[in-house]
């Protein structure tokens, strides 16, 4: 049986340890690129300057609190003339004011806003909660733009039965490839 040379034992780690270090990107002369910041927020349309996001809070009846919609602005850019329509289904009604709610005649970058509607549902089932908001910039550019969520209220619909409006088309098996 032959025994290694307790040199090739020690040299080995240590040339391994030191090629580890001559290859570490610092070490070849080039300069380090840090990861890229990430990015504020992400949307279907990243250049639009106004970022909408809707969430259905459900209320406490026992306390007396009602369901509410939670609609959270953030302005890219400084915004002109903001307003917002919300657009309810039928079998949800609104606690409150009027439905076309006019913010400032302002919004500053990197402004934050959050508008909070009061809502009830007169039966169970799905509503699609949609809010419409319009802004001009201050080059005269006018925007209209639109942001949904749907308030599940109620029993939940069976599985595979709740196609969103979608065409829903029964499979048959065919013996023989038609024409």
């Known amino acids: 049986m032959r025994r290694t040379p307790r040199i090739v034992v020690v040299a080995v780690p240590a040339v391994c340890l030191s090629a580890a270090i001559l290859f570490q990107p610092a070490h070849l002369g080039t300069s380090f690129v840090p990861p890229p910041a990430p ?3 992400t949307t279907v349309e990243p250049t639009l300057p106004l970022r909408l996001d809707l969430e259905v809070h459900e209320g406490l009846p026992g306390r007396g609190e009602p369901a509410r919609v939670e609609a959270m602005f953030l302005a890219a850019a400084d915004l002109l ?3 917002l329509h919300w657009v309810l ?3 949800l009604e609104r606690d409150g004011a009027a439905g076309l709610q006019t913010l400032t005649p302002l919004m500053r970058s990197g402004e934050r806003r959050l508008v909070e509607v009061p809502v009830r549902a007169l039966r169970a089932g799905d ?3 949609r809010l419409e908001a319009s802004f001009r910039l201050a ?3 006018q925007y209209r733009t639109q942001q949904g ?3 599940r209220r109620g029993p939940a619909a ?3 039965r709740h196609h969103a409006g979608a065409y829903e088309v029964m ?3 065919v013996s023989e490839p038609l024409p």
Request: negative net charge; charged residues 20%.
């Open 89 to 91: 289904p039928e079998g």
């Open 81 to 83: 003339d903001v307003s």
């Open 149 to 151: 969520v749907l308030w």
């Open 39 to 41: 990015v504020r927020h």
């Open 171 to 173: 499979g048959v098996p």
């Open 158 to 160: 069976p599985a595979g």
């Open 127 to 129: 509503f699609a909660i």
């Open 139 to 141: 080059d005269g550019r």
